[in-house]
């Protein structure tokens, strides 16, 4: 990832005047305020009203959240984790910004690591898990707005590759469509509902191939369900320009 610039969009306050006011109270330390303002700003960036590059200031969360620093740097740690956010030392912290080189990297990985969290997954699924699979898939179907659609998609994803003992391969493809969920978005804003299409037929086709417990044919479909993405993503350099 190419390093983070400031942008004119920051990270503002919600809450109107009051945010002042909250911002001079001291409140002590609470683990569950942190994971509660990590939501808050994760809602935002998946939404895009926290664009890549946008510097989110750590005085004007605290104030608006009437909550001294030490929750907000946790907090901002947290989604660093993830990947949906870049800390630079002594400087401040943006949301990660990605390149359209980086993008592609990004999308070759999940080409590798998800038909394989999906192989490791299936002989782990319960027989009644299809019929709840197969809803999900309908969701993503029945979703209309992009971030609905987005949202809906991932639960269908993360369903099906619900791997026991793959913590770490998760978590690093969770981390991967992280970095990945802005420019996807942007892409489905472009493609309006063409490639809908294609995505609910692939799904389908993956839905059949956990039916009848044909790994490696899950496996061929995922990738190529991903790899479709990534070669739209790869001929629109238009989704890494700023606003």
């Known amino acids: 990832m190419r390093p983070a610039q400031p942008r004119r969009t920051e990270c ?7 945010s002042a006011s909250r911002g001079s109270q001291t409140m002590t330390h609470d683990p569950a305020r942190s994971g509660a303002i990590a939501a808050e700003l994760r809602s935002r960036i998946i939404g895009g009203q926290l664009p890549p590059g ?19 740097r946790e907090a901002l740690r947290a989604l660093a ?7 630079i030392p002594s400087t401040g912290a943006w949301v ?8 592609r990297e990004v999308y070759l990985m999940r080409e590798r690591l998800e038909p394989l969290l999906l192989s490791l ?50 978590k ?14 942007r892409l489905l804003v472009l493609q309006a509902s063409s490639r809908k299409g294609d ?5 389908r086709m993956i839905l059949r191939a956990i039916e009848i417990g044909d790994v490696e044919s899950a496996e061929a ?11 739209l993503v790869e001929s629109s350099p238009q989704l890494f320009e700023r606003d």
Request: aromatic share 6%.
């Open 121 to 170: 997954a299936m002989p782990t699924h319960a027989p009644e898990s299809h019929a709840e699979f197969v809803h999900l898939a309908e969701a993503v179907e029945a979703a209309d707005a992009p971030g609905e659609f987005l949202e809906r998609d991932r639960d269908f994803h993360r369903s099906i590759m619900a791997a026991p003992g793959a913590d770490r391969l998760s």
């Open 54 to 72: 946008a510097r989110i200031r750590q005085e004007e969360i605290a104030a608006e959240f009437g909550v001294s620093r030490i929750p907000i």
């Open 199 to 203: 995505i609910f037929a692939e799904h």
């Open 96 to 103: 990660t910004e990605l390149s359209l080189e980086e993008c």
């Open 172 to 185: 690093t493809v969770d981390r991967l469509w992280n970095l990945s969920h802005y420019y996807r978005r």
């Open 221 to 231: 479909v995922m990738a190529a369900h991903i790899r479709h993405t990534r070669r």
């Open 12 to 18: 503002t306050t919600g809450r109107g005047a009051d």
């Open 81 to 87: 984790d993830a990947g949906l956010v870049t800390l």
